[in-house]
């Protein structure tokens, strides 16, 4: 077996992954719509219903991308061990900032459960730096594979970047991370054919 035919056999084995990474994105970017509608008249209601089902869209969309780092991690798996190292932390890296993303969404949704544990500093700051760094480190790889367009992975960086400017940016970041993510796992095309 050489190693494109290695890579056409996981590609089939992840069949999952682009649905369940624009499923992700599709997530946020209701999080970003029911975050702009709790904050229409001008201050955020953590006991109303855009504010609940938003942050649960949430939660649920960074569970979504949990295992889309997952699925890229066996995607773009490398025979090299340089590599393949790299693959690793930034998984790694990827999964302990959705945990951490988590147990913040978690004390938003439950205010007893961010009284009882309060997210220290280095969680609140440190998870989404690594959630981050670790999807586009595994999308900058795949798309290195051609198994996802590099404007796909750049489209993701600047949604990711939009996010981080200004909160109220979600929607805009989330449709770019959508498109960036929506022909992960398809051959790159080749000019001419």
Avoid: C, E
Avoid at 27 to 47: A, C, E, F, I, T
Avoid at 58 to 85: D, E, K, P, Y
Wanted: hydrophobic share 60%; glycine share 12%; proline share 5%.
């Amino acid at each position: 077996m050489t190693v494109s035919d290695a890579r056409a056999a996981g590609r089939t084995a992840y069949l999952w992954l682009r649905p369940m990474a624009v499923t992700a994105s599709l997530l946020l970017l209701g999080y970003g719509v029911l975050r702009l509608v709790d904050g229409l008249d001008g201050h955020r209601d953590k006991s109303a219903w855009p504010w609940m089902t938003g942050h649960t869209l949430f939660l649920l969309g960074i569970v979504a991308f949990g295992a889309t780092i997952v699925g890229l991690h066996g995607l773009v798996g490398s025979v090299s061990s340089r590599l393949r190292a790299v693959d690793d932390v930034a998984a790694v890296a990827g999964l302990v900032g959705a945990a951490a993303f988590i147990y913040v969404i978690l004390g938003d949704l439950f205010p007893r459960f961010a009284d009882a544990a309060p997210p220290p500093a280095l969680v609140l700051a440190g998870g989404p730096a690594l959630f981050q760094l670790g999807i586009l480190v595994l999308l900058f790889r795949a798309a290195a594979l051609r198994l996802l367009p590099v404007w796909g992975a750049v489209l993701v960086l600047v949604g990711f970047v939009a996010i981080a400017v200004n909160l109220d940016l979600l929607p805009v970041g989330a449709a770019l991370v959508f498109s960036g993510l929506f022909r992960l796992g398809k051959p790159a095309v080749r000019a001419g054919r």
